[in-house]
């Protein structure tokens, strides 16, 4: 909540550094403003260290946001009336009829009346905090009842975990003191985990003494220190007089100098915990190790940067199903005497849990206590709730994690409620939404863009959210959310009026009796026209997939006064009238249209002097040139283009006049509007659709062109060039951004003259490179091989046209993925002894001439192969006693999908 008055303080602090009339008339007002915010911000911090808040403190917090997000709008609008306020002072006909003069005014009077509202506001909720006793919050203390992982010592699925564990420990090759990190989410069975390691027979005679610490958030180091001296020691527990804190850490370590030693740290949440404690752990290279169960990665590598953390997995649905079955029946039972007629609704009672064993445990709890019958299970999957009296335990272990969370990490995750069940998550649009929003403060560091996907990092570290796919940079492509953990921050976010969530029919006409900050529409759509909510900052509608839903057009979106953020997901927006869909929204940061199709002028007179995003992600446009009108739209504020997916649209943007733009991606562009690019200085990812099909001569020419632009681009990390012909590249040697550019994505036949690139045309740190329809004729690897730091390749469509590859010895050192897709003419690959020494991931995908596979046990780091539509020959050869299986049985996981028919 601090975080939120901060970016607010930094808008006021913003406006009264303009020397112009307009802040003149309102200083004293705006700066009283800024006063009364600061002590409130100093309230808020001693608020946010403390947790045991009543019902009428959160209502209080919940006032305060309101009056944040107000003053934040006041503050936005009356920057665009400055600006318009110029611009209409400056013309000579509005001057004439003295309009510019007389509207502001009347726009004067309101804003002062509306300052002195805030101002009084303000003034009453700093006096509240003594009748609501505030500042009397009592510190967080543990929770005695709310256990914080499964304790349970026969938890299903956990013998591999836990035999990887103990070899690890016994490992006598690594002999310095190691600290193992067991990380994940609350729930996951760390403890438990620890507890079967720690109890193993296997480790007998391992250890000379053991000791077992459960920490607690609000822990003292020398009780820490004191309770495992006891531990190894217990006579030292008698002793008279005690032992003096000053002691105490040399008596530990005295008495652990020459021993072999096992210690657990269970439950760590302090970053610093470790720094504290490995003082009085001797490290005599013996062997000795330290176990600690943690949800936080920062917590892991503070503690051991040198060691991987261990994360248990979560259960299969077969280990899900023998957990609950134990616990409602309380004893072991085998699959075959699964009672059948309860076998149906167990399995859906256990996609409720997502392989969690605290929650499979807590449901096996309760359905301990009720009749083993169809009807009683059946109505407790229909009624379940994770948060009644039943389900409390899983509830309280789960909400620790966001409570230790800095408020404008408590806003980030909460964000995560507007998104429906089982939904792809963007890491990069939902990063541009929490900008848009105000959650992200510029740190000092880098851009806000790095703060913000620091803060999505954050987010895993602590096993609120979970990596679905990484990018090529290692960075978070799509994340997913627990259904445990998404059903918290729903209940969170309602609670604290943060977002409300439609997902009925029936809901979304109350939407404007509602008044909500943030609303998300999920896969309803109104029945009354006419519905708008003035209140709202935040609308997010999702449609049917693929049905391109049009029941959203019946809502008016010139009533939504204050978004900051519109997103619209597989809507038809061709039956949205003007009447409807604004033309200007100045607090609009956020554009979302996604699967949506779109009249071509819906842009019309776009008058959004803030925006900073618009995302046309597989988008259409309803009209025959497939061409947005932008041709007047200038946004100075705009800073990420993505037409991501939908090369038909083509959108004319002023791009000389867009000089803050760091993101375009995937947005066609006709070759004479290129140059305009040149002033898009502060690029950091650039990727473009030339429509023009250009020939071999055009193409050599059309490159000066480009290179032109890209010696401006400095920062560009990111660089994609994609057309139906001739392909304008011909290296970024001569770039400045050469050593900096990590992807490079080519789409088009090469120069005539370039029968295989150079590895000099190739920026020297290229992390991924992607080829199509380069008909490249001779063997490209022995050019490609050479690229020092390459981890992905991708190969694809017709990007060879030749027929033998050959991967020599040392070649691609440090590739960990290999994809051939569409090579259609390969039928021989030959990979030489050491090559590819780190690959770990390979796709061959429609190569229907590749009959034979290469000698893939050479490969001995190969996890995982996917083999798509091969030829009938290679097909028969991958099959159980074919030619090829021996070349593929050291490989974990291999994937074969239907071949190619004769």
């Known amino acids: 909540m601090a975080e ?10 913003d406006i009264l550094r303009e020397k112009v009339q307009e802040v003149k008339d309102v200083r004293g007002q705006i700066e009283q403003v800024q006063n009364e915010l600061r002590l409130i911000q100093a309230l808020l911090r001693d608020i946010d260290s403390k947790c045991n808040r009543n019902n009428v403190v959160t209502e209080w917090l919940n006032q305060v946001r309101d009056i944040a997000n107000r003053i934040a709008t006041v503050i936005d609008t009356f920057r665009v009336k400055i600006e318009e306020n110029r611009a209409e002072s400056s013309n000579w006909l509005v001057r004439q009829f003295k309009t510019a003069k007389r509207n502001y005014k009347t726009y004067k009077r309101g804003l002062h ?22 500042e009397d919050l009592g510190d967080d203390v543990d929770d005695p009842e709310a256990c914080d992982d499964v304790d349970d010592p026969e938890v299903v699925g956990l013998e591999d975990d836990q035999g990887k564990i103990i070899e690890q420990l016994k490992d006598s090759t690594i002999s310095r003191r190691t600290v193992l990190s067991i990380l994940g989410t609350g729930g996951l069975g760390k403890t438990t985990l620890a507890q079967k390691v720690y109890n193993s027979h296997k480790l007998e005679g391992q250890f000379d003494c053991r000791a077992w610490q459960s920490i607690s958030q609000t822990y003292n180091v020398n009780d820490l220190l004191r309770e495992i001296l006891y531990s190894v020691k217990p006579h030292m527990k008698n002793k008279n007089p005690p032992i003096t804190n000053r002691d105490l850490p040399v008596k530990l370590k005295n008495f652990l100098r020459g021993k072999r030693y096992l210690i657990i740290l269970d439950d760590v949440w302090d970053i610093d915990l470790w720094g504290k404690l490995k003082m009085a752990l001797p490290d005599l290279y013996n062997v000795s190790r330290v176990i600690i169960t943690t949800r936080s990665l920062d917590v892991a590598k503070a503690a051991d940067c040198n060691t991987k953390p261990y994360v248990p997995r979560y259960l299969t649905d077969a280990e899900s199903l023998a957990l609950l079955f134990r616990n409602a029946f309380q004893q072991h039972v085998q699959p075959e005497n699964y ?3 309860l076998l149906d609704v167990a399995k859906r009672l256990i996609k409720k849990c997502g392989g969690l064993p605290l929650a499979l445990i807590v449901l096996g709890g309760i359905l301990a206590r009720r009749d083993p019958n169809y009807t ?6 229909e009624t379940i709730d994770w948060h009644d009296k039943d389900g409390i335990q899983c509830s309280q272990v789960l909400a620790r994690s966001y409570e230790d969370l800095p408020r404008y990490l408590k806003d980030c995750f909460l964000y995560f409620a507007c998104f ?13 939404m929490w900008m848009a929003e105000g959650f992200v403060l510029k740190d000092g560091t880098g851009t806000i863009e790095d703060r913000a996907e620091k803060c999505l990092e954050e987010l895993l570290q602590r096993c609120l959210i979970q990596v679905t796919k990484k990018s090529w940079n290692g960075y978070c492509k799509y994340c997913s959310v627990h259904d445990l953990l998404r059903d918290l921050a729903i209940r969170k976010a309602k609670d604290e009026k943060f977002f409300t969530v439609f997902s009925k029919e029936e809901d979304v ?16 759509t109104p029945k009354e026209n006419d519905i708008y909510s003035e209140n709202t900052h935040s609308l997010l509608c999702f449609g049917r997939i693929s049905s391109h839903d049009s029941g959203f057009g019946l809502l008016n979106y010139i009533g939504f006064g204050l978004l900051r953020v519109l997103t619209m997901e597989s809507i038809d927006m061709t039956t949205f009238t003007r009447r409807q869909w604004s033309k200007g929204l100045i607090h609009l940061r956020y554009l979302g249209l996604r699967e949506c199709k779109i009249p071509h002028d819906i842009f019309k007179q776009f008058s959004f002097p803030n925006l900073e995003t618009i995302d046309l992600n597989e988008s259409e446009v309803d009209s025959d040139e497939k061409t947005l009108d932008l041709c007047d739209v200038v946004i100075p504020t705009l800073r990420h283009v993505s037409g991501s997916g939908c090369y038909e649209i083509h959108l004319p943007l002023k791009w000389n006049k867009h000089t803050n733009l760091q993101t375009i991606m995937d947005v066609d562009i006709h070759i004479e509007s290129v140059v305009e690019l040149g ?13 023009d099909d250009l020939d071999n001569e055009r193409a050599i020419k059309e490159w000066q062109n480009l290179k032109s632009v890209l010696k401006n681009t400095v920062q560009l990390v990111y660089l994609s060039i994609k057309t139906t012909g001739f392909l304008p590249f011909g290296g970024t040697k001569e770039l400045p951004c050469h050593e900096k550019i990590q992807k490079l ?47 992905i390749l991708c190969l694809c469509y017709n990007s060879y046209v030749g027929t033998e590859l050959i991967c020599s010895t040392g070649g691609f050192p440090n590739l960990e993925k290999l994809e051939l897709r569409w090579v259609h003419n390969l039928h021989y690959w030959d990979i030489k002894e050491g090559a590819m020494p780190i690959l770990g991931h390979l796709q061959i995908n429609y190569c229907k001439k590749l009959h034979v596979l290469p000698e893939l046990q050479k490969v001995r780091t190969l996890q995982e192969l996917t083999v798509s539509r091969p030829s009938l020959e290679l097909w028969e050869g991958m099959q159980m006693q074919g030619k090829d299986v021996h070349k593929i049985k050291h490989i974990p996981c291999v994937r074969i999908r239907e071949y190619y028919p004769q």
């Open 376 to 381: 009683a299970w059946n109505m407790l999957d």
């Open 4 to 13: 939120a008055v901060t970016s607010v303080l930094i808008k006021l602090a």
């Open 509 to 524: 006409n109350n939407l404007a009796a509602s008044k909500p900050c943030r609303a998300a529409l999920q896969f309803c």
């Open 745 to 791: 994505v080519l789409w088009g036949e090469w120069e005539r003259n370039i029968c295989v690139p150079s590895v000099e045309m190739f920026p020297r740190n290229l992390t991924k490179l992607k080829l199509a329809f380069s008909k490249l004729q001779e063997d490209p690897m022995p050019i490609l091989e050479r690229l020092q730091s390459l981890r």
């Open 679 to 691: 002033f898009c200085i502060n690029l950091r990812t650039f990727g473009i659709f030339i429509v």
């Open 113 to 134: 009346d509306e300052l002195e509202d805030i101002i009084e506001q303000l003034d009453w909720l700093y006096r509240r905090r003594t009748d609501l006793r505030i």
């Open 420 to 432: 429906p069940e089982d939904y792809k998550i963007s890491g990069w649009r939902v990063t541009r």
């Open 339 to 341: 009672p059948a007629h």
